[in-house]
């Protein structure tokens, strides 16, 4: 069975991604014999396009290390980073009861992610990782080109000029695109991949028909074709969790495919101060995973790692950093070797701006009226006996948070701490 869905993770700085179901038929292996002889990924691209200078790696990590740093420094200011490091953190259990998670923190300590696609058996190799190894960036002044160079060709009844296209709109690596090939020497799987708009609707990514890229969402909150923002870089990359052993969290792959959109907006307001991730989840395994938990991890050094303060609004779904006084660090002095932000204190927040779309289906008395618990809510029936049946399809929310403590001070109970390494962190599921 191969599920997909998407959440959308917004992370913004402040002064005081649905649920399809899609058969396919594999045969049923194990992880463990399914597992490639892939390297680790190394790839990294900071994007710089806002108030925000945001690294991107390719191995379901982000900002490491030290490296998600806003305000963007002017001329002759020192750079001081909100977030020490990030990471994706997805589990579940199948049908057997068995728990599949994969994971990321440090690198330092194991990681369970690879660059690049799964095949149709939740497979890959080490040319795939190389060759997906790989972050696609595009600029948003060239789609903007782009598009304002189709619509005058068609206005003129003319053939739009492919040897016009910007490059990186040319060979952006959306399903079919059969430019691909000459700018990288490898073929692209045939699969969705790279959002984009399709002005024909032939299932095929062709810019010279006036195709163009765009972020891959439901198609009602970030799509632009009707003259909607278009965001000032959009950045491309693929990981997975089963092209090689998992030294983080264990041997039980999920055989997941993670494809993200990274991107943010170049404005005079507060979108400017925020950066977002689209992250398109492709069970590829043999059977579903049932209970399933989506994570960002983060480990939030606002500046001085030492003084920072950490909370959740519940209502609003979000995840926020804070410093414990009006001064960051020491006098404002540099912490441990770390640049601070002195007295110019910003907020950091973390939102799922939007989850995935999530079936609920209820239990019903034998006159197949639902039932409802002593607090009037509707009681929600067993996956396992789901059978098929759907009731409503919500959008998924943050459902937990919670914190580990830096355990290396010594002050903190051991539940409290991270079992891998003493730092302080975020934890939010989704």
């Not at 925000?52 to 490491?64: E, I, N, Y």
């Not at 440090?106 to 190799?125: E, M, Q």
């Not at 080490?126 to 068609?154: E, L, M, P």
């Amino acid at each position: 069975m191969k599920n997909v869905f998407k959440i959308t993770v917004l992370i913004l700085l402040l002064f005081l991604s649905d649920w399809i179901n899609a058969k396919s038929h594999k045969s049923f292996r194990s992880n463990e014999s399914m597992l490639g002889d892939c390297v680790r990924p190394t790839r990294q691209y900071d994007m710089k396009v806002n108030n925000v200078r945001a690294r991107l790696l390719t191995g379901g990590d982000l900002f490491s290390e030290g490296q998600y740093i806003t305000p963007a420094p002017g001329e002759g200011e020192l750079p001081v980073s909100g977030i020490y490091a990030a990471g994706v953190w997805m589990g579940g259990v199948d049908r057997a009861k068995n728990i599949k998670l994969s994971a990321v923190t440090y690198r330092s300590v194991g990681f369970d992610y690879f660059a690049g696609p799964l095949d149709i058996n939740g497979t890959s190799d080490a040319d795939i990782c190389r060759q997906w190894d790989k972050i696609f960036t595009v600029n948003g002044k060239n789609i903007s080109q782009h598009i304002v160079n189709y619509k005058k060709a068609v206005t003129e009844n003319q053939t739009l000029k492919c040897e016009d296209i910007p490059e990186d709109v040319l060979y952006w690596p959306a399903q079919g695109n059969p430019y691909f090939w000459e700018e990288f020497g490898w073929s692209l799987p045939n699969q969705p991949l790279a959002g984009y708009w399709d002005m024909n609707d032939d299932g095929i990514y062709d810019p010279c028909d006036g195709d163009y890229p765009m972020i891959d969402d439901r198609g009602d909150c970030f799509g632009y074709h009707e003259g909607l923002l278009i965001p000032a870089e959009i950045n491309y990359f693929i990981f997975n969790d089963n092209s090689g052993p998992q030294t983080l969290s264990g041997s039980s792959s999920m055989q997941m495919e993670f494809q993200v959109h990274a991107y943010a907006y170049n404005t005079s307001d507060e979108l400017n101060d925020m950066t977002f991730f689209n992250y398109k989840l492709i069970n590829k395994a043999a059977d579903d995973l049932l209970d399933c938990y989506f994570g960002f991890w983060v480990d939030p050094d606002l500046g001085c790692y030492a003084d920072d303060y950490i909370g959740c609004d519940p209502e609003l779904g979000m995840a926020y950093m804070y410093n414990e006084d009006a001064w960051d660090g020491i006098n404002g002095t540099q912490c441990a070797g770390t640049n601070t932000y002195e007295i110019d204190i910003p907020i950091i927040g973390i939102d799922y701006v939007k989850g995935p779309l999530v079936s609920k289906v209820f239990k019903r008395d034998v006159n197949g009226d639902i039932l409802y618990d002593n607090n009037g809510k509707k009681l929600l029936m067993d996956p396992d006996a789901f059978s098929g049946k759907q009731d409503t399809l919500v959008e998924g929310k943050m459902s937990s948070f919670t914190y580990m403590e830096n355990g290396s001070i010594g002050m903190f109970p051991i539940p409290s701490t991270d079992p891998k390494r003493g730092k302080k962190m975020v934890f939010i599921a989704i």
